[in-house]
């Protein structure tokens, strides 16, 4: 039965750059290029005749105060066809989440047929803003008619306030960086340094064996960068080839010098790179010819209060998606789950299984339960695979499907935990 209303929605195609280190080899490019790369070469990979694509949802969460719709720039960029419908989308963590499902309710309900749906992030191009005496100053001065009048405009501006303003990762509403809230997460749910630690390496194992197995070869493409275009770049850099669990222990706490347990070891790091998934309708999927690589069978959002547990909301989304789905967690044959932080992913799995938690958070409903290991996060997660912002929620559902594909296996729950307090969750099947 089906768990949508409307018309059921195909994944055919999905692409993702090389997700590297902020600062290295993507320095020199912006979100709206690596977006760019990306679509364009799914388009080709896809062989989508481009007239076919309907709409163009993308994301980026640390925006370019140049691109106030990067969607439309990023087609106009790609080369598709100007006449290409295209809005921008945000939902911090999960914006390709929201790219995604926001495309997909367009074809369950018929307002579009095709539609590709991404996010991309360059956090080695970020805004650097100034403070408001100075853009005050510069408004003020912009109106002055003579060189005195815009000079005038600067005069009660203090050196301190000529000082660059850089983007901080803290929420707005509760001051607290995502690292000191994920402290507070771990403190609160009892999580050791240990196993942070330990999920921390498991990542980076799996993440090193599968780029070793060649099983990227569907999902990353090569990405030209440098100053001239001219240095091909075609793996992730941050993987941990030769990752020592004992390495891990010997790292400081970066949020809570004193007493914290998080490390640059268990946290994502700051990444550059962009992914995009091609999603289309049935019965466009068969009068071109694609192969869908799977379907969509439900979606859920949660939010709760940034000061309480900023990154547990998917401890609300995913229970609600397998509600909207019909389905129990021992129906679900893969998790990819988002790993912010060692502390978030077990504090996350750990609320999934908790009968106290239910009872306190839930309404006394039945936890959904405990997740095999085996199940969860097979090809590594962005502790180790990095997390461009923008892009990570279009590599989970990409990865899930070609897991789904390589195991021949048929149900996958994507979770993603975001600022603001927001939790996603998607279910996949693959027929
Ligand atoms: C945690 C954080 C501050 C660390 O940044 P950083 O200091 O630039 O991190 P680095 O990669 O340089 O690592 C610091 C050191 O730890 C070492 N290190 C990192 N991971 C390691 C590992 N797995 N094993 C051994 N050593 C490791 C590095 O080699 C480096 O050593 P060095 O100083 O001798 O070169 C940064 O990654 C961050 O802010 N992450 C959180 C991002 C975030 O908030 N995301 C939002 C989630 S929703």
Redesign the pocket.
Known sequence: MAARPGRRVAIVAGLRTPFV?SGTVFKDLSALELSKQVVSELVQRAEIPPAAIDQLVFGTVVPSVQLSNIAREVGLASGLPKSLDAYSVTRA?ATSIQAFTSAADSIALGEADLAIAGGGEALSDVPISYSRPVAQAVVQASKGRSLMEKLQAFHDVSAKDLLPVPPA?AEYSTGL???ESAEKMAKENGISREAQDAW?HRS?LLAAQAWEAGKFAKEVMRVLTGRNFDVAVGEDNIV?KD?KLE??AK?KP?FDRKYGSIT??N????TDGAAALVICSEERARELGLKPLGYLRAYAYAAVDPAWQL?QAPAFSAPKALKRAGMKLSDIDLVEIHE??SAQVLSNLQAWASKKFADEHLGGAEPIGEVPEEKLNPRGGSIALG?PFGGTGARLIHQALRELEEKGKNTALVSV???GGLGAAVILEAT
């Open positions: 280190k963590c990762i960086s995502m690292g921390a980076h941990r990752s390495s891990y790292l970066v640059a070891g946290s994502s790091p700051l990154l912010a932080f997390h935990c975001t600022a």
